[in-house]
């Protein structure tokens, strides 16, 4: 069992920066694949940006050039550094940690609010 622990979120201006943790215990296994994914009321969750254990990185085109995403693998722990902050960036955002080689796992955060508003 892996739990991951956010933290990070809040309210912020349009225009403004906030950085997410994502704190992983619980296994001793590599994870594999790090990610935030985000829920917006309404909308299907979706990836905002993942990360590898060889720290190969994706993310998706909305926050390109706005979000970095990195991990510290010694302290099993992913970071989302947010700017330029958009309207369009409110959701509940989560962490993922996934295992691709026995033994597999896809474990979820609790999610954690991010709101940008003035």
């Known amino acids: 069992q892996v739990q991951l622990v956010e933290s990070g979120g809040g309210l912020v201006q349009p225009g403004g920066s906030l950085t997410l943790s994502c704190a992983a215990s619980?296994?001793?296994?590599?994870?594999?694949?790090m990610g935030w994914y985000r829920q917006a009321p309404g909308k299907q969750r979706e990836l905002v940006a993942s990360?590898?254990?060889?720290?190969?990185?994706k993310l998706a085109d909305s926050v390109k050039g706005r979000f970095t995403i990195s991990r510290d693998n010694a302290k099993n722990t992913m970071y989302l550094q947010m700017n330029s902050l958009k309207p369009e960036d409110t959701a509940v955002y989560y962490c993922?940690?996934?295992?691709?080689?026995?033994?597999?796992?896809?474990?979820w955060g609790q999610g954690i609010q991010v709101t940008v508003s003035s």
């Open positions: 993922n940690a996934k295992r691709f080689i026995p033994p597999h796992y896809d474990y």
């Open positions: 619980g296994s001793s296994f590599t994870i594999d694949e």
């Open positions: 990360i590898n254990s060889g720290k190969s990185r």
